[in-house]
């Protein structure tokens, strides 16, 4: 499978636009990366091998998008993506995470993706099998002991040894009637239906391995050993006792797993990775040495072993070897200490597109408030609105926002737009905390009211560092 990768730059620099304001520089590179990646795949075998993704290098303050966008990228074409901070990474020999890691990071969300996608295609017949399944849960046949000479004279053994409980469970068969036939198809239809949904019903379901919790290469090989003990040791069964509509989905799930090859699906998700996945490093400034003093030392260290990463290599995860030449990049910093020059030249080389991301200005700020098909706004009305209550923000009122988000953000540490979240949740807090008892259907949300709540703290700048 592909990811779909097929849109034009300017269908993805407005699918961006639905989600992220302004950047428009840094949307049309992602735009331009992208679909190099569907040009790719058209080019003959012995081109394609030497065409590799040309990977950029974000430059901006934080809180202006730079995660968002490269997370909305991946989101749009299905493909797989793995965030990761360079700061938790360390040299290889001390105690952290290994840079590999993000790659196996990587796999799994191509494991989660292919996975998704088998299972919706298996769907019609693994609901099927766990309709019939269910059917002989609610309606069991009788169940009759099956003559078993072998067992018999065992059990002929012990009670002549004066052992009169050996612990020996009798082999059992159940017999169908045509009545308990009959009874279970119509089971079946009602399931079908949905006229059983409400009812509770005790089911048996393969126990799911249980997930480690952790980080570090140690941790990462503990999981590898833990996935070939499941594959070796029988598979356990849990009882529970869930509604019908829950029950249906629980064994339809499970037969859908059952009917996946997983052999293929691992090769499949692999391929998808080296294809079409995307890797975001974060904060990369904070590794680019400026000195020569111990600390930086272990910094470059960790820029060593990020090289031959994104240069292309194979890594080995619990699903397999995985070839990195073709995953594209994104690197992104603040920079406001370290320059991308301080990075290796090694480095700097395999990120040849750099874009600077601009700050947001006021005018960005109340964009960012309404247009947005995720924009804040739209999403307190909404928390609201399951209190029965309206919510109407003036343009006024929207403006004030914006002006005092701006305003903080210049005179304080610049967060760009996670300001609005912290001015909004100081506006709003009472309304969210009377919402449940307030017989009111409406409230209008004014620039008087934004002011009444915040000049005092704007006044006071020791509040305003803390509160907002």
Do not use: W
């Not at 950029?56 to 968002?68: H, R």
């Not at 997930?211 to 598979?235: C, W």
């Not at 999403?379 to 609105?385: D, G, H, N, S, W």
């Amino acid at each position: 499978m592909q990811a779909n990768i097929s849109k034009t730059p300017r269908e993805v620099v407005s699918e961006l636009d639905q989600f992220i304001v302004g950047q428009h520089d840094a949307k049309r590179a992602l735009a331009v990366a992208l679909r190099n990646r569907y040009r790719r795949l058209l080019l003959d075998e012995e081109m394609k091998k030497e065409v590799t993704p040309k990977n950029l290098l974000m430059i901006g303050p934080t809180g202006v998008g730079k995660t968002e966008l490269a997370r909305r990228l991946a989101k749009l074409v299905d493909a797989p993506f793995a965030k990761v901070e360079a700061t938790k990474f360390t040299e290889v020999g001390y105690v952290g995470r290994d840079v590999e890691s993000m790659v196996r990071d990587l796999v799994e969300n191509a494991i989660q993706i292919v996975t998704k996608l088998k299972q919706e295609e298996v769907k019609p017949h693994a609901f099927d099998k766990a309709v019939k399944k269910l059917a002989k849960v609610l309606k069991p046949g009788i169940m009759k002991k099956v003559s078993n000479p072998q067992q018999d004279s065992l059990f002929s053994m012990f009670q002549q040894m004066g052992i009169q409980n050996p612990g020996i469970e009798p082999e059992m068969k159940e017999e169908v009637t045509e009545e308990i036939a009959q009874k279970r198809r119509d089971i079946e239809q009602q399931l079908r239906d949905g006229l059983l949904d409400s009812k509770e019903v005790t089911i048996e379901l393969t126990e799911k391995p249980m997930r480690m919790a952790g980080s570090g290469n140690q941790m990462e090989q503990m999981m590898q050993i833990q996935s070939v003990l499941d594959q070796m040791t029988p598979k356990k069964k849990i009882s529970r006792t869930v509604t019908v509509k829950e029950a249906l989905e629980l064994l339809t799930e499970e037969e859908a797993n059952n009917l996946i090859n997983q052999e293929d699906m691992h090769a499949e998700a692999l391929k998808l990775a080296e294809t079409s996945g995307i890797i975001f490093i974060d904060e990369i400034d904070k590794i680019a040495a400026k000195g020569h003093n111990g600390s930086e030392v272990s910094r470059e260290g960790v820029q060593r072993d990020i090289l031959p990463i994104v240069e292309g290599s194979q890594v080995n995860t619990k699903f397999g070897v995985i070839n990195t030449d073709h995953i594209l990049f994104i690197a992104s910093g603040a920079f406001h200490v370290a320059k991308p020059s301080d990075l290796m030249p090694e480095l700097q080389g395999r990120f040849p597109i750099r874009v600077e991301l601009q700050d947001l200005s006021k005018e960005d700020f109340e964009r960012i408030l309404t247009e947005p098909k995720n924009a804040l706004l739209k999403q307190y009305k909404a928390l609201l609105a399951t209190e029965n209550v309206e919510v109407i923000f003036t343009k006024e009122a929207v403006s004030k926002l914006a002006e005092i988000a701006f305003e903080v953000n210049s005179t304080m540490e610049n967060i760009g737009a996670r300001r609005l979240h912290t001015i909004l949740e100081t506006v709003l807090e009472e309304l969210l905390f009377e919402a449940p008892s307030m017989q009111m259907g409406s409230i209008q949300i004014t620039e008087q009211y934004v002011e009444s709540k915040l000049n005092a703290i704007r006044e006071d700048q020791d509040l305003t560092k803390y509160i907002l």
